[in-house]
């Protein structure tokens, strides 16, 4: 066996890779403008898209014939979008299961889009509660659903008064966990009970179409955790709907009559109207502002799991990268021509932004930085040790069958790299930066890989 395409894969793998400490060294110890990082995403990505379509599925095409009509092995293409799809699926079902145990947070655009899910999660989970609101209830549900942004989390400590008897109501309250006791005043001035309420429990809806005063007082028996809506978000939300205004009025005139009684609906009105709610939930566009991402961060960021799960997250966009540039080192060898230098460059140049975003969150979940260094540094091992495998591993003259299989896992990793494109480098370049330099620096990085491949 010869040695040396092994060693080259894992130079140029090593080359690609060195990129990830020098990115976590900046993300460190400067601070790059978002705009510079959103450029270098976008570079890279290009460079990439150039790669990927031109170097590797075209290497397919003209392995296979000249791409037209006169096709000689089509089964070489079969193999290369049969192996491109099953690498796309399996990067899917590997990077859901990173991001859920906080792999997500490796990309602001990642985390964003997190943060999003556990939002529309959230408000799924609200209407649900909404649905045995018989004030809300009565609501037509596409309009009740333009609520659910101006829902807001609060927790109250046990003990604690979350409203008393005789105050101005100002707001509706929807419990989570924990719970609440209502009790109302007797003639002797004691507290009479008169409901504890638990997790999907909703209090104070009337305050959302009356100014009278509360009837009862709640208090938190245990930590309470709730969502609440404030009357001016429900009045903000009515001035802009007209249906809403018409059904609000109709409401006060109806249920303010006894604001001593709490509406029960019938649990086949309320599975029925939770189902035309949730339908139009996916109407209403869920915002994230910096607030949400930075609670999440502080939520997650802390934990041990959360720097595993960021590395593994790497590692799972690092590895179809080493493998290809392997497999890119053999083919260049078999056609006797130079290695092409677009694969490394956009892998080099996406890389730094990646591992900027990510050392800098491992830092601020607690992570020293020697720990953070020997993480990257590992990456940068792994990287060459799938370098020098892939080109020791597939044959430079492979036939038959071998040379399905080979092709098949060219258009694996190839497959797994667009998914990295299209999900996270692309996405975080908008995240980072946005507006017409995403596009422009994609064309440029594409541009710059064609003027390398024809330079060489």
């Not at 010869?2 to 900046?26: E, I, N, R, T």
Request: some cysteine; hydrophobic content about 50%.
């Amino acid at each position: 066996m010869h040695w040396d395409l092994p060693f080259k894969g894992m130079f140029w793998a090593l080359v690609a890779a060195s990129s990830l400490p020098v990115g976590a060294a900046l993300g460190l110890w400067t601070r790059p403008s978002r705009r510079l990082t959103s450029a270098l995403m976008a570079f890279g990505g290009g460079a990439l898209l150039f790669a990927l379509t031109l170097e590797l599925f075209g290497h397919a095409l003209h392995a296979a014939g000249d791409g037209g009509p006169g096709i000689e092995d089509p089964w070489i293409l079969v193999a290369t979008m049969a192996g491109a799809v099953v690498g796309g699926v399996l990067f899917e079902v590997l990077n859901k299961r990173l991001n859920a145990k906080g792999g997500f947070m490796r990309q602001g655009a990642l985390l964003r889009k997190h943060v999003a899910k556990e939002k529309r999660k959230q408000a799924a989970s609200l209407l649900k509660s909404l649905s045995k609101v018989g004030l809300l209830q009565s609501l037509p549900a596409e309009e009740v659903i333009q609520l659910v942004p101006h829902v807001r989390r609060a927790v109250f400590e046990p003990g604690q008064r979350i409203f008393a008897e005789g105050e101005t109501g100002d707001r509706l309250y929807f419990v989570i966990e924990g719970k609440v006791a209502i009790t109302r005043a007797g003639s002797d001035g004691s507290a009479i009970a008169v409901a504890t309420l638990g997790p999907a429990d909703t209090f104070g809806e009337i305050a959302l179409v009356s100014n009278q005063p509360r009837t009862a007082t709640a208090t938190a028996e245990t930590t309470v955790e709730v969502w609440e809506l404030l009357r001016e978000d429900f009045e903000a939300c009515l001035r802009s709907s007209p249906a809403l205004q018409a059904a609000a009025r109709r409401l006060a005139r109806e249920r303010i009559q006894d604001l001593s009684r709490r509406d029960g609906v019938a649990p086949d009105e309320a599975r029925a109207w939770e189902r035309e709610a949730l339908r139009n939930l996916d109407r209403v566009a869920v915002q994230t502002t910096d607030q949400d991402v930075r609670e999440e961060l502080q939520r997650h960021g802390h934990q041990a799991s959360a720097g595993r799960a960021i590395w593994l997250g790497a590692l799972l966009d690092g590895i179809p990268e080493s493998i290809i540039i392997g497999m890119l080192v053999v083919a260049a060898s078999t056609q006797k021509v130079s290695l092409g230098l677009a694969f490394i460059l956009g892998v080099f140049v996406s890389n730094l932004p990646e591992s900027m975003s990510s050392a800098a969150t491992m830092r601020m979940g607690g992570m020293s930085v020697r720990s953070i260094a020997g993480l990257w540094l590992s990456l940068v091992a792994v990287a060459a040790v799938f370098g020098f495998a892939s080109a020791a591993v597939f044959p430079p003259c492979p036939e038959g069958w071998v040379e399905y299989a080979v092709f098949a896992i060219e258009g694996l990793g190839s497959g797994a790299m667009l998914c990295v494109i299209a999900e996270a480098m692309l996405p975080e370049a908008f995240e980072q930066g946005g507006g017409s330099m995403v596009g422009l620096a994609t064309l440029a990085g594409f541009l710059v890989a064609l003027s390398v491949k024809l330079l060489q």
